[in-house]
């Protein structure tokens, strides 16, 4: 049968694949305008109980037994009302049952519609969504984080937010927020980048954690021009690696563009791994890198970053460098991690570190967790309004994460 593209008031959808399946499912839907039950009035028209019970004296949830009856042919079908707005029909998962039984209901004022357009009739912005997080979930442990605020856990405790004071609205403004940045990741992957001067094993290393070849690796310095990126889960969670060009100062045009990119991605990373090749005595390119990304204060949102001390499986030319070649102090072998990709010593520990790192806390379950940047940005700005005694212009920011508004920055009065 056709689909529809838009909704309309009274629509039935198949909500089962198309092919040789056991059983198939339709759902028929009466919104507003409609009045209530009729939904259940249209299938009453071609369902047949075996009890020979009316539709409208089912009880909601009864599954009913009987025949859909048509001109041409009669099916076995199973009817439930779901409410007084849904009923569920279901039929053998032939194609022949499924469009006699659509034609039917066609024929009776229905729209024919696929399950998206109907789903969203049935579900508010904010509960859409929510049911979007789950289906851009990439690993079962973050989409079973996301199931939980879908199936309950964030609408009920902003709807709580409406009734609280001043003091406890903050309070559990700020508990909210508090788990943003899991939140938003949990569908927007934490990033790791490594960085380093060229030919200390980024290639090798980001080979090694995503457990495939994704870079190309060769004995040669600048041998990675580009980002390369890799996505992989980590204790459940969803990562993306990226390796970057070799950070140092070169004349060749091609190479620098490359650098320069890696700069921008060390910048948009969550973490970075800086890594230094211990089979090598330090280099002036090291200290200024270390100087770099471990100074103390560094650039506001720096990323954090966890000092690799790679290829631990060659001799140790830290042991005793020279003078003048001296690794600074803040880093000596106790400050790194000691890795070497080839024999895979440290790489386990590292990617402990990089999830510990990036995930301090576990929530426990049905604890309340933002999931968008919209749903952040207006309970930023419920906080900021709590805090400074306006409630009456917290609690409609509340209100407006809760009706699924888009969030643009608005100026706040004074």
Not at 101 to 112: D, E, F, N, V
Request: charged content about 20%; overall charge negative.
């Amino acid at each position: 049968m056709p689909c529809t593209s838009t909704a309309a008031p009274l629509t039935a959808s198949l909500l089962t694949p198309h092919g040789r399946g056991a059983v198939a499912v339709v759902r028929v839907h009466s919104s507003p305008p409609e009045e209530p039950g009729r939904a259940a009035s249209i299938v009453a028209a071609s369902f047949v109980a075996v009890s020979r019970k009316p539709l409208s004296q089912q009880p909601d949830g009864r599954l009913c037994y009987g025949h859909w009856v048509t001109d041409q042919a009669s099916e076995d079908v199973i009817v439930c009302r779901v409410d007084e707005s849904t009923v569920e029909v279901s039929c053998h998962g032939g194609r022949a049952a499924v469009n006699r039984i659509l034609a039917s209901l066609a024929s009776a004022g229905a729209s024919i519609v696929d399950w998206q357009t109907q789903q969203a009739a049935l579900t508010s912005p904010f509960d859409r969504e929510l049911a979007d997080a789950v289906a851009k979930a990439t690993t079962a442990r973050a989409a079973a984080v996301l199931l939980d605020q879908s199936s309950g856990t964030l609408r009920t405790a902003l709807e709580q937010l409406l009734t609280l004071d001043q003091t406890a609205l903050t309070e559990q403004l700020s508990k909210l927020l508090s788990w943003s940045n899991f939140g938003i990741h949990l569908t927007q992957p934490w990033r790791v980048v490594l960085a380093g001067r060229p030919n200390v094993g980024k290639s090798t290393l980001i080979n090694a954690l995503l457990g495939y070849t994704r870079s190309i690796v060769f004995d040669q310095p600048g041998t990675t021009r580009d980002v390369v990126t890799g996505g992989t889960a980590f204790e459940g969670w969803p990562f993306q690696l990226a390796d970057t060009a070799g950070l140092r100062t070169t004349d060749d045009e091609l190479e620098h563009a490359g650098i320069q990119r890696a700069r921008r991605t060390v910048e948009s990373a969550n973490l970075v791994c800086l890594l230094l090749d211990r089979s090598q005595p330090p280099t002036l390119e090291d200290r200024e890198l270390l100087d770099e990304f471990t100074s103390s204060p560094g650039p506001q949102n720096k990323p954090p970053t966890i000092i690799v001390a790679h290829k631990a499986d060659l001799p140790d030319q830290w042991l005793s460098p020279s003078p003048d070649n001296s690794l600074p102090e803040c880093v000596l072998p106790d400050c790194v991690l000691s890795v070497s990709s080839t024999t895979r010593v440290g790489v386990e520990e590292l990617i402990t570190q990089i999830v510990k790192t990036l995930i301090p806390e576990i929530p426990e379950p049905r604890t309340a967790i933002p999931v968008s940047q919209r749903q952040v940005s207006w309970l930023d700005e419920a906080l900021q309004a709590a805090t400074d005694g306006k409630i009456i212009q917290a609690v409609e920011a509340v209100e407006q994460c809760l009706a699924g508004v888009p969030f643009a920055d608005i100026k706040r009065a004074d």
